[in-house]
Each structure stands twice: as C-alpha cells, then as structure tokens.
C-alpha cells in the first residue's frame, strides 16, 4: 500500500443532476456481479459513483433455489445489494446498471428506485422508457448508454417530449475499447468513426449549444489512468465511466480466478464473441471462448430466460449468456465467459480501491473519512 498522496492535482468534481462526484469517474456496471455491492462501495467511498449491475444477481443468491425463483429473486437480491452497499458507504454515490435488453428491465429499475439508488445507468437498448419506470423517485439521476450523436439526439428529444425530462448526464460507450457487448455491428467494430476522439467532441459541442452544457457527456471504453482521464476531459468529456481497470482490486466481486485471468492476459488474449443477444461482446480468450470458435457446443441450456431477444433460447443457435458469465464470476475458467475491455492485458496485480484512486486522483478520501 502507498502511504502517501501522490503530486498530481485532483480532477474536477462532476455533477449529475443533484449529485456531486468529488471525483467524475463512474464504475461501469458489470455483469453478472462483478459489480456488486463490494465494488460499487468502495468506488462509492473514494468520491466516484459505484454502479451495482442489476442482470441475473439472484443466481449466486439466498433467494435463487430454482429456476422459477429467477425473476423474483433478481428483485430481492437486487434489494439486498443496494442495502449493503448502503451500509458500506453511507454517503457515497450508489447506483445501478440496468439493461434494456433483459427481460426484467422495468423490474429492475423500479427496484433500484425503490432502495435508494441515486443513478440509474441503462444501455444495450435505448431506454426509452426509463423516466416511467423511475418516476417513483424523480431524484434518481437517469443516464442512458449511447454510441453515436443520433441516439443522444434521439433520446433527449424523445424524453423532453414524453415526459419533459432531459437524461441527466449520456454515457458514450466506445465500441472500439470497451468492455462487454458493444453497441454496434461487427462489421462496424473498430472504425474510427465510432470512436471516443471523434464522438465526445460532437456529442460535447451538441450538449454546449442545445442544452447549455445541462447535459454532461461522460465517455466509457479503454480509460486506464491518469493520462487517459485527462485526454478524454480534453477531448469535452465531464467524466469517465471505468470498468476492466477496477477488475483486480480487492474490492471487487469476482472470483479471485477471474482477476487471475486478467493479470494473465497477454497480447491478442482479446477476443470478440458473438453473444446470443444478437451483439458483438468482448472478452478474454479461455477454454470457452476456444471451444465456442472451434464450433463445439457449450453451455446450450437456457435456465434463466434473461434476455427478450436471444439466440439460445430461441433458436438453439449460441449459448447461454447468463450460465456462462456466472460461471466466470464464480472463478470457473472452463466453462466461465470473462468480459474485458481491450485494456485486459495491462492488468499485472490486484491492488486495494484506495491506492488505485491515489493513483488516479491523486489522493484518497479514505484516509480523511469524510
Ligand atoms: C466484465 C464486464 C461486464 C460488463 N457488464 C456490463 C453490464 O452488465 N451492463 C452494461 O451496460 N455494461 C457492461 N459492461 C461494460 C462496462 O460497464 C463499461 O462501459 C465498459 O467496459 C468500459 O470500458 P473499459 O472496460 O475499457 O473501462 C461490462 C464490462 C465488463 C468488462
């Protein structure tokens, strides 16, 4: 652990609709519980927003027996980890991540709503819907996940005319860097078009005129340090959304297998996989994804039904995306799915929360409790 502060100027605090990051880095939420509520905390206690990822939490859960309990248990195990997350970090952000694609979407926002979650971050879809769901408490700050100018365009017009509401910050997901599925073609992957150094400053200059900055653009995809934060304020960003890097800390909810995978890594370990939500997605290289290329048949049986469009389950022709990344939260390597973003291979140790945001910030504010 590194004792002191390090010679670097804090980043500029964010606000997102009535909340104020001391630090503008959001934990991207990650599936099926990487991000839980030991992460989401602890990010939560360093000053940035801590997301839980809402899909599938029940399997690992005291709720889930069988699989009829799926989609209740999701909703009880949902209430639980935002409860715990609360109690390990009073006053910090603590949101959640909710994909459209899932079946139980709106289940999982009114949910989070319901226990206290300050932000709501929803991508795989557009959330069109998203400010109904969460019009219990109108408080939460709604962030819709989007990939292009249009979709921000899109969705601001469309929630400002249904429910006179504006998202309260985008999240531009970089198809290019970032981990999981990513939000366009496979054909499209890697055209620079989409990238980060071509959208932020549109979306940013977008926010500047429209909407008088209202709208802060926070960039997601391939931040790994400080360097990287820096370049994408530059670039018109009000903050980053950061997810691979939080992997291998102690804090985070994943078998210790799984960071292993990541400090293991080498160049060309990363690999893009087409999941049965019709998406290219982006992972390490292991057992599964080799015997998936190699055309074997692996982990066909559907047993949680998450998703409303999905290959396996409806056409029998991929795997089943819930059981695989379950596998891999458990530490199974075999048989385990290990989302990353193409940052994986930079990973060479598993380090505490607080020294990666003294890394990142420049200090720590666990060691003056606020
Ligand atoms: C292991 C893993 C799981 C993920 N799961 C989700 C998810 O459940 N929902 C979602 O919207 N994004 C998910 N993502 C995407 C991240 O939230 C984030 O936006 C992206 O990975 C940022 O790029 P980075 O990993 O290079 O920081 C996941 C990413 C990883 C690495």
New binding site residues.
């Given amino acids: 652990m590194t004792d002191q502060t390090l010679d670097i100027s804090p980043l500029p605090p964010l606000q997102i609709g009535d909340y104020t990051l001391q630090v503008p880095i959001i934990?991207?939420?990650?599936?099926?519980r990487?991000?839980a509520h030991g992460l989401a905390s602890s990010v939560a206690n360093e000053g940035g927003a801590g997301?839980i990822?809402?899909?599938a939490l029940s399997v690992a859960s005291k709720h889930y027996k069988k699989r009829k309990d799926y989609y209740r248990a999701n909703k009880l195990a949902l209430a639980d980890e935002l409860t715990w997350a609360r109690e390990k970090s009073p006053k910090g952000i603590i949101g959640t991540?909710?994909?459209v694609a899932i079946r139980d979407f709106e289940a999982m926002v009114r949910t989070s709503v319901e226990y206290g979650a300050q932000m709501i971050?929803?991508?795989?879809g557009l959330p069109l819907r998203l400010p109904e769901y969460a019009a219990a408490n109108p408080r939460t700050a709604l962030i819709p996940?989007i990939s292009s100018l249009r979709a921000a365009q899109l969705m601001a017009r469309r929630w400002f005319k249904t429910y006179k509401r504006l998202p309260d910050a985008l999240?531009f997901?970089?198809p290019n860097?970032?981990?999981?599925?990513l939000g366009i073609n496979r054909e499209q992957l890697f055209d620079p078009e989409h990238s980060m150094e071509r959208v932020v400053p549109e979306l940013a200059e977008w926010s500047r005129k429209q909407y008088n900055d209202e709208i802060p653009i926070v960039t997601?995809?391939?931040?790994?340090d400080r360097a990287d934060i820096d370049h994408a304020l530059d670039l018109g960003a009000k903050g980053?959304?950061?997810?691979?890097?939080?992997?291998c800390t102690h804090e985070c909810d994943?078998h210790d297998n799984?960071k292993q995978a990541f400090i293991d890594a080498k160049e060309g370990d990363v690999v893009i996989v087409d999941s049965p939500a019709g998406l290219p997605s982006?992972?390490i290289e292991t057992t599964f994804t080799k015997a998936l290329f190699r055309g074997k048949e692996v982990a066909t049986d559907c047993f949680a039904t998450c998703l409303s469009h999905c290959r396996c389950r409806d056409s029998e022709e991929a795997f089943c995306i819930c059981s695989a990344?379950h596998d891999?939260q458990q530490g199974n390597m075999e048989t385990g799915l290990?989302?990353?973003?193409?940052?994986?291979v930079r990973h060479d140790k598993v380090i505490s929360m607080r020294d990666l945001f003294v890394e990142l910030n420049g200090r720590s504010l666990t060691d003056s409790p606020r």
């Fill in positions: 934990q991207g939420g990650m599936g099926v990487v991000s997301l990822a809402t899909v991540n909710c994909m971050v929803s991508g795989a996940i999240v997901e970089d860097t970032a981990g999981g599925h997601a995809g391939g931040i790994w980053v959304q950061m997810a691979s890097r939080f992997i994943a799984f982006r992972a990344l891999a290990v989302f990353t973003g193409t940052n994986a």
